[in-house]
């Protein structure tokens, strides 16, 4: 065997991973090379030290009985599976090796393999630790947007139904709205008064102690113009305190309104007033 080729399996060798041919072939090299006994040597001991780095942990008696049997299966198969005898054993040959070099590239190869298992120990921890931050962020960014989300929806409904109440409000108090009171003699005195809106043609009922409408009636909201036309603005019904809220939109002339007449009448509304007005309101 070559120098060279001695060379590249003499980490094989230090680590038993060569056949025996090979084995016997390196170390008939290196009985006649002081080069690559040095190298072999110190080889072993770097092996020898790493080795010693691991603890020993006993193997389970089941597993090991299932890897012995295991072995003695394939040693069998490989005897059975032999053509020619194995070669015999080359002959071990003594190696010198300076006791003083061994002993500091040992420890220099066990300082280093130390360093090496640190900081893949630290490096892995690192990895698990900035996994974990970066799942806690993405959870805490989720919560954050589903809360923003939420407080979005809420803004937008207040601001909506602060939308209706002014636009309400506006309808009722506007410098053109005209408001027209009706009433009746009865003993819980029901009332309305209607906001209409001239300028936008928005008509804003509101009534108070109407009596309940009996099964399969209804209240019909009623315009009378002063040409006695009877132009109907919805049907409604009333909360259990009598009460009752109705808007309309319907365009009218400022001067064509007569009065304003809320009328039990069969339930869906009527085309035309079929009974006696509940309330009556004049145009003033």
Excluded at 43 to 64: E, G, K
Aim: hydrophobic letters at 50%.
């Amino acid at each position: 065997m070559t120098h060279p080729e001695a060379q590249e399996l003499l980490a094989a060798l230090s680590l038993d991973a060569t056949s025996s041919e090979e084995r016997a072939a390196i170390l008939a090299h290196v009985a006649e090379c002081d080069a690559c006994a040095r190298e072999l040597g110190e080889l072993r001991d770097a092996a020898h030290a790493m080795a010693q780095l691991a603890p020993a942990v006993p193997m389970d008696p089941a597993r090991q009985a299932r890897v012995r049997a295991h072995l003695l299966a394939r040693a069998a198969e490989r005897a059975e599976s032999a053509v020619a005898p194995a070669p015999k054993p080359a002959k071990p040959v003594a190696i010198p090796m300076p006791p003083h070099r061994l002993t500091r590239f040992s420890t220099a190869r066990l300082v280093a393999a130390a360093a090496i298992v640190l900081i893949g120990v630290a490096l892995a921890v690192y990895a698990v630790s900035a996994g974990q931050r970066a799942n806690a962020m993405q959870r805490d960014t989720q919560r954050l947007l589903v809360a923003q989300r939420g407080l979005e929806r809420e803004i937008a409904a207040r601001d909506s139904a602060l939308a209706d109440r002014q636009a309400l409000l506006d309808a009722m108090t506007g410098a053109a709205v005209q408001v027209i009171e009706a009433g009746a003699p009865s003993a819980r005195q029901p009332s309305g008064k209607m906001f209409w809106d001239q300028m936008s043609g928005q008509w804003t009922f509101v009534a108070h102690n109407l009596p309940r409408a009996a099964p399969n009636r209804t209240y019909q909201l009623w315009l009378i113009t002063r040409a006695q036309r009877k132009i109907s603005a919805g049907v409604f019904a009333t909360s259990a305190s009598g009460d009752a809220l109705v808007i309309a939109h319907y365009p009218l002339a400022k001067d064509s309104l007569a009065a304003i007449a809320v009328i039990d009448e069969p339930s869906g509304g009527s085309p035309e007033p079929t009974t006696t007005p509940v309330l009556v309101g004049a145009s003033r």
